[in-house]
């Protein structure tokens, strides 16, 4: 139903792809210790909520009080605030000897990101959940901001950029709200699998009614598929599968190409139903294979994870089918059936049977998919949002992330782009909650990201105007490619040039990307770009810059990102390629 979002998974699928356009690029020259690579001085913030035995927050500690551990290792705490109510608080006499984190006495924003999955989730279900998030804009802070993505399977739109406008913010939910969703048709999979499994279990005690009852009693109670995954419900995990790594590599996008504002981050994960154990949702409460034949979902989630952790987010995933007691009835979805769907007969949907009840609160498939909610939320130092708390989220993760202490750290390595443990311990006898490991963001992510929001959002980073312009494309060598010419003008004011060697002569890194109508993306190559003037350049002057790129698909857009490592500026620009 949907494919990752990365042109390393789409390439063996006739994606889109960009190569790397080294055939006009010269070797590029010994570089001078001018242009020598930069250690810069960043801090880690580390988001910790404190509370005792009962969940009671617990305020008024001091740095002496904590314990940060980085692989295993304590590292010093360098910079330490305590955000009550929302501002920061003026740091104690016993924390003087520590920088704080934000200025005392004024208020601390809180970024959130909201995704709504529409893929899994069924249209009505997700709407209480929306209405609650309208109802609770009025509880966020002065100098919170809002955005919104959403999912439907094919593509990542995003419904407002970061906002503290409540307005804005609100149409953007209602717009949201007007998106049709597809999570039923998953729901009536799991019927037919059900029926599937009773008719089969029907045949097999039919085998048994000749037989004396003593004998079947100890061949001892029939269950269908006991020992190995039959071929329908192969095909519908494989398909679970498939959606789910598709989802997340759409969280993994949101969260990677959204950016946010100085301040804390939050995600929102508004989740339609994702097992954790994909064998324990399609059995149900029948006994699960021996064998696993069927991808695991944990290593999926952690991708996710892993990337919050990251770039800084505090994840609540929020259960939007709530408690099920009774799936959502067709008549309530009638963007299903705008979508080519039609009731058929009583109970059917395209000659389907309709989502049966479920078995209650205890079933098996709820608690796979709370099972996934607790993992991303422990992951992340967040909490799951379950059942009723899900009208509720916004207000819940505001009053979850608005009492906290700020710890700060200055790593001794260079950025190297690694995941690395962490482990916060209070010295008292509380409960300390935050994200488990972090991972030191090297510049090249920083840059692919920049470029990744403006392929998925069309929104070119600040900065200078880089002029990109494609030439018709050809057909190249190799079947399926095609080949188009590439020039850049690029604006001197945005390299820095210095005298070398009896020269002018800087260094840049180009990142070209290409994306196609739903959003697929290609790699990111980086092209180390080398400038040089025997004079000094002129205001307003440009270089020009040739070369080639291939693509593969139906690519329709390039993006161009130029970053001077040097003074850190940016010029960017996009181009549509021509249709053949």
């Not at 360098?78 to 934000?102: C, I, K, L, W």
């Not at 909610?373 to 505001?398: D, Q, V, Y």
Request: proline share 7%; charged share 25%.
């Amino acid at each position: 139903m949907n494919a990752p979002r990365r042109l390393a998974a789409l390439a063996c699928a006739a994606g889109v792809l960009l190569s790397l356009p080294l055939r006009s690029q010269e070797k590029p020259s010994e570089p001078s210790p001018v242009f020598a690579d930069q250690i810069d001085v960043r801090v880690v913030n580390v988001e910790v909520v404190v509370t005792d035995r009962q969940g009671n927050r617990i305020t008024g500690l001091k740095p002496e009080d904590f314990r940060l551990l980085v692989d295993r290792k304590p590292v010093a705490l360098e910079y330490f605030t305590e955000v009550r109510e929302g501002e920061a608080v003026a740091a104690s006499p016993g924390a003087a000897d520590r920088q704080p984190s934000v200025e005392a006495g004024g208020p601390v924003g809180t970024n959130y990101l909201i995704f709504v999955d529409d893929l899994f989730s069924i249209a009505t279900q997700r709407d209480v959940v929306l209405k609650g998030l309208v109802r609770d804009l009025s509880q966020l802070g002065p100098r919170d901001r809002v955005a919104i993505v959403a999912w439907d399977g094919r593509r990542l739109t995003r419904l407002v950029d970061w906002s503290s406008s409540g307005n804005a913010v609100a149409g953007a939910i209602r717009q949201a709200m007007m998106r049709p969703t597809r999570g039923l048709r998953d729901r009536i999979e799991q019927a037919r699998l059900r029926s599937d499994n009773a008719l089969m279990a029907s045949a097999i005690q039919g085998e048994f009614v000749d037989q004396p009852a003593s004998d079947i009693e100890q061949a001892g109670p029939v269950t269908a598929g006991s020992s190995a995954l039959g071929l329908t419900e192969i095909a519908y995990g494989s398909m679970v599968a498939r959606d789910i790594a598709g989802t997340v590599s759409a969280v993994v996008s949101a969260m990677r190409a959204s950016g946010a504002p100085e301040g804390r981050k939050v995600m929102l994960l508004l989740c339609g139903g994702w097992p954790f154990t994909l064998e324990g949702a399609i059995r149900g409460d029948l006994p699960r294979p021996i064998t696993r034949e069927l991808p695991e979902t944990e290593p999926v989630l952690r991708t996710l994870t892993s990337t919050a952790n990251l770039l800084g987010y505090t994840v609540y995933p929020v259960d939007v089918p709530g408690l099920t007691t009774v799936a959502g009835d067709i008549t309530t979805q009638p963007g299903l059936l705008n979508q080519g769907g039609s009731r058929s007969g009583p109970g059917q949907f395209d000659g389907l049977p309709l989502p049966l009840p479920a078995t209650g609160p205890s079933s098996a498939r709820e608690q796979e998919v709370e099972g996934s909610l607790h993992f991303i939320a422990k992951e992340t130092g967040g909490k799951p949002m379950l059942n009723g708390n899900r009208e509720l989220a916004l207000a819940r993760a505001s009053v979850d992330t608005r009492t906290y202490y700020w710890l700060g750290f200055t790593p001794a390595w260079r950025r190297d782009g690694k995941t690395h443990r962490l482990e916060v311990k209070v010295r008292r006898p509380f409960n300390a909650r935050s994200r488990t490991n972090f991972a030191d963001l090297s510049r090249t992510a920083e840059m692919g990201m920049t470029v990744e929001s403006a392929l998925l959002f069309g929104d070119l980073p600040a900065g200078e105007p880089l002029t990109v312009r494609l030439g018709t494309p050809a057909s190249a060598r190799e079947k399926g490619l095609k080949e188009i010419p590439l020039t850049l003008e690029i604006p001197v004011s945005a390299v820095t040039l210095l005298p070398a060697d009896g020269k002018y002569a800087g260094r840049a890194e180009l990142r070209l990307a290409a994306a196609d109508e739903r959003g697929n993306e290609s790699q990111i190559p980086v092209i180390p770009v080398e400038l040089s003037s025997p004079v000094a350049p002129a205001e307003g002057q440009t270089v020009r810059y040739e070369t080639k790129i291939f693509l593969r698909g139906q690519a329709n857009r390039v993006v161009a990102v130029l970053y001077d490592p040097l003074s850190g500026k940016l010029a960017a620009g996009s181009a549509e390629i021509a249709k053949p």
